[in-house]
């Protein structure tokens, strides 16, 4: 090649000692689906994930135990409140634990995160009272600050062409904990009524019936915070060097235009790198999307279980709390068949974006048919709701890994810690409101049962669906902004 065509060329560089280096060269050198790493993501994302709604099963006979209602109708305002308690732990820490994974690392912060689990809901499942209840959810949510980090830690573990697999691995494990956290809670809650043989009234686990389902849980958070100890850190940290991206070397031509226009074209990539993460829209329009998509699935969950275990002549199902713990087991298994060979499918045709739109439009018929399912009885009764359960979870778990992957392809790996901590503390503000507009609404419909307009739990159906159909009118353009026409501009 002649001297007056040389190129300049960009040679990457790794620095010795940096943890994200290391994964970086890892990347490089294995080329196939990195099922260590996804099996480490599952576990973490589950220990995180099943606490936050195991509650919902018993809560409905928590809140009773604990007198505090003055009717039977007024249980689920109460309700509403506990299950709102967790969330808004989180509003205040989320992005604070954000930066602490960008300055730190993810492992730390998910340790940290297990831990608390561990603890917290431990001390739960002892409540005594309804205003120790808040508490402890309220402290499970404030140091429960891992979902962020490892949706940052999944993308970067997963060479471009996985990070799909990976969001999806991370959606499917959390929508996985969000079926069988309740189904467990519904098992093993109040153990001393369903299994008396095993468990004696006087026993511990008879003068604290929900105490079971809770240590169960925190005993695998203490696994999971164990296994965390071999997860491999992602987070560049070169001294005194940069920190957070990659680095490299330019070997120049003689050139010199050419180094300094490329020199130029590096400058600024770096400066819009750096820039705010309020002002990246491509950012900001995924988050608000997958906001509102969590405010109607946070108050669906909490409406599920109430409504279950409600009296028939309140338009419920009467079910017992072992009874929805069947219906979420069930659910679970259909969840995970669904991911695993159905949702590859669908993504790799139609894109997440298309997938999240067509699966939050059939969400809307279906809840429209859910207040018809309580006239029905016997064994039509459990396959019809059972279907309807696996139907909605699935096209749930559909849109939330369509978000987590434009949240994560919007920002620098230096940034991601900083933008999931965003993306879960304003996710925490809608799903603070959500259980407790959730059970308000619910409780509110169970005393409007003969109004003339939408009777009892079809107006909570129905305001469910309008969420719904907002989140859908979100996720197109104008509104919903990709990152690729960002960079593209």
């Given at each position: 090649m002649a001297e007056n065509e040389q190129v300049l060329l960009l040679k990457k560089v790794y620095y010795e000692g940096c943890p994200g280096c290391a994964m970086d060269q890892r990347k490089e050198a294995r080329r196939g689906v990195p099922y260590r790493e996804l099996f480490f993501i599952w576990i973490v994302v589950l220990g995180a994930v099943l606490p936050v709604a195991s509650l919902f099963p018993f809560l409905y006979f928590m809140i009773r135990d604990f007198h505090i209602a003055e009717t039977e109708e007024d249980i689920g305002y109460y309700a509403g409140f506990v299950g709102a308690s967790f969330m808004l732990g989180r509003v205040w820490s989320s992005y604070l634990w954000g930066i602490v994974a960008d300055r730190y690392g993810r492992k730390p912060v998910m340790i940290l995160g297990t831990i608390s689990v561990a603890v917290f809901n431990t001390l739960f499942g002892l409540s005594s009272t309804f205003w120790m209840a808040i508490w402890t959810r309220f402290l499970l949510g404030s140091f429960n600050g891992l979902v962020g980090s490892i949706k940052a830690y999944a993308c970067e573990v997963c060479r471009e062409e996985y990070q799909a697999l990976g969001m999806s691995t991370l959606s499917t494990s959390w929508g996985v904990g969000l079926i069988v956290g309740p189904a467990l809670g519904g098992f093993l809650a109040q153990p001393a009524e369903k299994f008396p043989n095993a468990f004696s009234k006087y026993s511990l686990f008879g003068r604290f019936p929900y105490f079971l389902p809770c240590l169960c849980i925190s005993a695998f958070a203490v696994v999971v915070a164990i296994a965390c100890l071999w997860l491999p850190e992602t987070l560049h940290k070169h001294k005194g060097g940069i920190r957070g991206t990659n680095s490299y070397d330019m070997e120049a031509s003689s050139d010199w235009n050419d180094l300094k226009e490329k020199k130029d074209e590096i400058d600024c990539k770096k400066t819009d790198s750096n820039k705010s993460l309020f002002k990246n829209w491509p950012l900001m329009s995924s988050i608000i999307v997958y906001c509102v998509f969590s405010l109607h699935d946070m108050a669906y969950t909490e409406i599920f279980s109430l409504w279950v275990v409600s009296p028939k002549h309140n338009g419920g199902l009467s079910y017992t709390s072992q009874d929805v713990g069947n219906i979420l087991a069930i659910t679970g298994i259909g969840l995970i068949l669904y991911q695993l060979f159905l949702y590859p499918t669908f993504a790799r045709i139609l894109g997440p974006v298309r997938t999240l739109q067509i699966s939050a439009a059939l969400s809307v018929p279906l809840l429209?048919?859910?207040?018809?399912?309580?006239?029905?009885?016997?064994?039509?009764?459990?396959?019809?709701?059972?279907?309807?359960?696996?139907?909605?979870?699935?096209?749930?778990?559909?849109?939330?890994?369509?978000?987590?992957?434009?949240?994560?392809?919007?920002?620098?790996?230096?940034?991601?810690?900083?933008?999931?901590?965003i993306c879960m503390t304003a996710m925490s503000i809608f799903k603070t409101i959500g259980p407790a507009a959730g059970g308000a609404f619910f409780s509110w419909a169970e005393k409007r049962r003969v109004a003339s307009f939408l009777p009892g739990v079809q107006m909570v159906f129905f305001i469910l669906n309008v969420i719904e159909v907002i989140g859908i009118l979100m996720s197109f353009k104008p509104f919903l902004a990709l990152p690729e026409e960002e960079l593209a501009h």
């Open positions: 429209s048919i859910y207040p018809l399912i309580a006239s029905l009885s016997g064994l039509g009764l459990f396959i019809t709701i059972n279907i309807a359960s696996v139907l909605k979870n699935a096209l749930s778990v559909s849109i939330t890994t369509g978000t987590f992957i434009l949240q994560n392809n919007a920002v620098p790996q230096h940034q991601r810690g900083a933008a999931n901590g």
